[in-house]
């Protein structure tokens, strides 16, 4: 990134109980949106692969799906504002633009940002919300203190354990983490299935059964113990009631409120 972009020390305010809505206005956009989700589908699986192969470090996998979502972001904040989108995102966080396109681009901006500070920061969860509606979809950002929710599957990396343990144990200690690692990548292949199933392809599934959908996931780590959590959600029929032409940056709706008092441990702080 450029110097300026090192400069950036992020602006929870950006993200805080925001979320993107998005227009779903024909077929052809909702297939967008449906391929996009499978691509999420799809790095859960090879996720799952990375981990249920013990040549693979764990902090690889980790990674990978840390670059996947960052470059998301990155491709987002490019299609909104072109290959400025850096300079437009400071811009906003500066006061000097108050425009739609700024407000949108430092929304990726900041999630950009904070995926990137995971690589070195612990403790500092994604816990990002995404929702499909009859006419659109919403991608809530958040980011929660803590490693873990309370529905998480926890594997361990002996790579990162800092314990000094003598031979015995440390040969125990590393078959263990590999077991949690390949009971934790059964448990991620099921995501995929659920992403599969709340965002159905539109030429396959009555528009009925497909208006609405969402899922809530979560990632951490500290130390040595790696998190990980994907379920389905269901979307408020009453949280919109007028359409929306063009993406846009609203309130999150009762569903990110929901998902808070029932996954996060107490004491949790939610950007």
């Known amino acids: 990134m450029s110097e300026r972009t090192v400069r950036f020390n992020g602006d929870a305010e950006v993200l805080y109980r925001q979320a993107v809505r998005t227009p779903l206005p024909d077929e052809d956009a909702e297939r967008v949106f449906h391929e996009n989700m499978m691509d999420v589908a799809d790095a859960q699986v090879r996720k799952a692969e990375m ?18 979502i960052a470059a998301t972001y990155k491709r987002r ?3 909104i504002a ?16 108050t425009d739609r396109i700024g407000a949108l681009t430092a929304y990726y901006f900041e999630g950009l940002w904070r995926m990137q500070q995971r690589f070195t920061v612990a403790d500092m969860m994604f816990f990002p919300i995404i929702l499909r509606y009859p006419d659109s979809f919403t991608v809530n950002i958040r980011f929660a203190s803590g490693y873990k929710t309370t529905e998480s599957v926890l594997y361990e990396s002996p790579e990162h354990s800092t314990e000094d343990l003598d031979e015995e144990y440390a040969e125990t200690y590393y078959h263990e983490s590999l077991y949690s690692q390949k009971e934790a990548a059964e448990q991620i292949k099921e995501t995929a299935e659920i992403l599969r199933e ?5 030429d396959e599934v009555p528009f009925d059964e497909r208006k609405y959908g969402g899922i809530v996931s979560a990632g ?3 130390g040595s113990v790696f998190s990980s959590m ?8 009453d949280r919109f009631t007028e359409p929306v032409d063009e993406p846009t940056l609203v309130d999150e709706g009762p569903e990110a409120a929901r998902t808070e008092r029932e996954l996060l441990p107490d004491g949790c702080i939610v950007i």
């Open 230 to 237: 994907l379920q389905s959600v269901e979307p408020d029929p």
């Open 198 to 202: 709340e965002f159905p392809h539109p």
């Open 77 to 79: 904040c490019r299609h």
């Open 82 to 97: 072109g290959d400025d989108y850096e300079e437009v995102a400071l811009a906003y966080q500066r006061g000097e633009r």
């Open 51 to 68: 981990l249920e192969d013990p040549d693979v470090p764990l902090l690889e996998a980790y990674e990978k799906q840390l670059e996947g």
């Open 220 to 222: 951490g780590r500290k």
